[in-house]
Each structure stands twice: as C-alpha cells, then as structure tokens.
Nanobody, 123 residues
C-alpha cells in the first residue's frame, strides 16, 4: 500500500531551523507533484510549498516565502522542507502530500497524504 511518512518535527525557538523529511513507499512518486501543507489548532489546513517532479519549479505560500525551501530526491522517493527563521505562527502539524498532474494550492487536489509531524516554535 502507498505510504508517506513525515519526520523531523519537534520544538524550535523563534529564529531557529528545522528540516522535515517525507519518505514515500508503495510506488514511485518521481512523476508526481510533491507538496507540504500545515494545520494549526482551530485553523484550516493550508498550503505551504510544492515542487515539480524535476525540481525545476517551486511554489511557496507568501507567509513562508524566503524562509522555507522545498526540495526532493527522486532516487530516495523523498521530499524535504527546510524551515529557517521560524516564527511562533509556524507552529502546526505539517503534512506531506502528492498528486498526479499540475501544481495546486488546494488540499482537495492531492491524492496521497502523510500522517503529519508536529512543529512547535516558542517565542
């Protein structure tokens, strides 16, 4: 069965950094769009970043642009999210996702999801 497993979450101080990883299994995702979403308590799950299969094109929410970097390794079937200059408002559960086709910022467009990893940023 298809599985996507996130790791790397934890506690960071404001201004600090974390690197999230998501390893996919059960099939290759090298031909899929890979993305990260996040959901804070009482909030809707929101788009964070996405990367094309070739890593040529990347997309970011305005709230993280310039601070977060998405990348992927198709050989390892893994997508990463490097988070720098973290802010308390970045606190959320972070989910990786994948879809066949074009980049989308809407959660309903994505077919496969990980279980999420908690990121907490203290002030």
């Amino acid at each position: 069965q298809v599985q996507m497993v996130e790791s790397g979450g934890g506690l960071a101080q404001a201004g600090g950094s974390l690197r999230l990883s998501c390893v996919a299994s059960g099939r290759t995702f090298s031909d899929h769009i890979m993305a990260w979403f996040r959901q804070a308590p009482g909030k809707e799950r929101e788009f964070v970043a996405a990367v094309s299969w070739s890593s040529t094109d990347t997309y970011y929410a305005d709230s993280v642009k310039g601070r977060f970097t998405i990348s992927r390794d198709n050989v390892k079937n893994t997508v990463y999210l490097q988070m720098n200059n973290l802010r308390p408002e970045d606190t959320a559960v972070y989910y990786c996702a994948a879809r066949w086709g074009i980049v989308s910022m809407e959660r309903k467009a994505y077919t496969y999801w990980g279980q999420g990893t908690q990121v907490t940023v203290s002030s």
